[in-house]
């Protein structure tokens, strides 16, 4: 995985984990803020951004994608982090969390429906990956058919998803069920903050099941959708530097 170190030396360590067809643009009106006061590890999931596209199918498997996340830390020689992702990668983030939560300071993820075990993410209908895909452009989940994101975001997010291949795009695609971590929430001790896109209808229901599920889960619900880090980026900010400032 490819990886921008961001903000300030100094500050506590912050992991954040973009979502699928993304990039760290995800990120783009949330790292100065945030890198005022944290040093940022920005990763590119497999077969995004400035990241390989492995042949190997077992390189996008949940072990996989945790012990290179696990590598990130020993290799940028951190103790222990904050842990921050969005969509997709919130549900990666849950689980890394679950796997070494020795090294985590506290969770932070937004609107993940992969985590609770997606019903229809840019799939047929028939549950099956759809079988006339030539580009990522024909997926209802492209950020091309974003309708809230920042014009200058939602170019580089459209520019990471065109690049990304059909190969990558598949062995995503294929691991849709293996990201739900619902069975084992209950395990997550370190404080955890879920800021909710309210507008997200599909999520919606799965943020009463969170509570139920996470013992030191806090909510913050803004006015907007799935990407709502940037939809609502000085909101999301102020969530989260509030969240770590109240437990330091």
């Known amino acids: 995985m490819y990886v921008e170190e961001a903000g300030n030396p100094d500050g506590p360590s912050m992991l954040l984990v973009h979502g699928f067809l993304s990039s760290n643009a995800q990120w783009d009106l949330n790292r100065e803020e945030l890198g005022k006061q944290y040093r940022l590890l920005m990763v590119e999931l497999v077969g995004h951004g400035q990241s390989s596209a492995p042949d190997n199918a077992e390189d996008y498997g949940i072990d996989s994608l945790v012990a290179e996340l696990e590598a990130i830390r020993e290799a940028h020689q951190v103790e222990t982090w904050w842990v921050c992702g969005q969509s997709l990668g919130g549900a990666i ?8 939560p020795e090294r985590v300071r506290g969770l932070i993820f937004t609107n ?8 229809r993410e840019g ?26 994101l920042p014009e200058g975001i939602k170019q580089r997010m459209v520019e990471a998803a065109d690049a990304m291949t059909v190969a990558a795009t598949n062995q995503f695609l294929a691991r849709r069920h293996s990201w739900k971590s619902t069975a084992r929430m209950a395990e997550l001790a370190m404080p955890v903050l879920l800021v909710n896109g309210r507008w997200e209808s599909a999520f919606q229901e799965f943020v009463d099941q969170a509570a139920d599920l996470i013992p030191k889960l806090q909510v913050v619900s803004l006015e907007g959708g799935h990407a709502i880090n940037a939809e609502q980026p000085e909101q999301f900010n102020a969530a989260v530097i509030t969240f770590i400032s109240d437990l330091d």
């Open 123 to 148: 799939v047929s209908s028939n549950g099956g990956v759809p079988p006339t895909i030539t580009s990522t452009r024909d997926l209802p989940v492209h950020p091309i058919n974003a309708k809230r």
């Open 112 to 119: 993940t429906r992969a985590a609770f075990g997606i019903k």
């Open 93 to 100: 983030s849950i689980l890394y969390c679950l796997t070494h």
